[in-house]
């Protein structure tokens, strides 16, 4: 796609997931399911159009299962779609599975070269940012320590001191800032301002809608794997509120 305005583009994407079934052990169990052989296939996301424009930031919102998290996967690579097309300009992080890319054996400071190196860094630029990423953590003398001592918490100070630190153009999120104390989760929420306005292409799924109203200009909501509504985050979300209420 010649058309470099663009973060990210979805053209008539869709998503399908095979749903497999436990094989019955009882005759019982073969009578009752004896339809159950076959996968069924699931449409988790269904004929997908978006565009979302260098430098914005945008919240996914909708109840679980609506398929958000489906779409940030989609858009890391991670997973790809059955029909449909997918575009990314720019260098990308994403922060989407608490402890996702960390090896348990290894220490905070072991990982965070395995993980920075994953997105693209090499040693010589993890040396230079090394200490950022240990201060920002605040994890201290436990850097030092197998990241399978570590609590929910310090994992997710790990994650997001690392991809805040790779210098991507864009910034994916799901739910992983939920994680963790009062103190950091506001830390976090002014790094993500200070890269807002640092020109960052961020996109967060998230259920703190106080937050998603403060950090981003544009929200869209997802409902039963299709677009609801796409537009100015405060309409988008009371829109959301009055349906859930």
Known sequence: MKDNSYAIKIV???????????????????????????????????????????????????????GKSTLLKLMTKIIYPT????????KLTSLL?????????????????????????TKKEIDKRLNDIIKFSELGEFIDSP??????GMYMRLAFSVAINVDAD??????????????FQEKCYAKLHELKKKGKTIVIVSHSLDSVKDLCDRAIWIYEGKIREDGNVNKVVDDYLKECA
């Open 12 to 66: 008539n994407m869709s998503k399908n997931f095979k749903l497999y079934y436990d094989k019955p052990n009882t005759l019982k169990e073969r009578l009752v399911f004896w339809n159950r052989k076959r996968p069924d296939d699931r449409e988790v996301l269904k004929n997908i159009n978006l565009e979302i424009k260098k430098g914005e930031t945008v919240a996914l919102i909708g109840i679980n299962g609506s």
């Open 83 to 90: 029909s449909g097309k997918i575009y990314v300009h720019g």
């Open 97 to 121: 599975e608490l402890g996702a890319g960390f090896h348990p054996d290894f220490t905070g400071r072991e990982n965070i070269y395995f993980n920075a190196a994953v997105f693209g860094l």
């Open 147 to 152: 990241v399978r001592t570590y609590s929910s």
């Open 170 to 183: 864009i910034l994916l999120i799901d739910e992983i800032l939920a994680v963790g104390d009062q103190h």
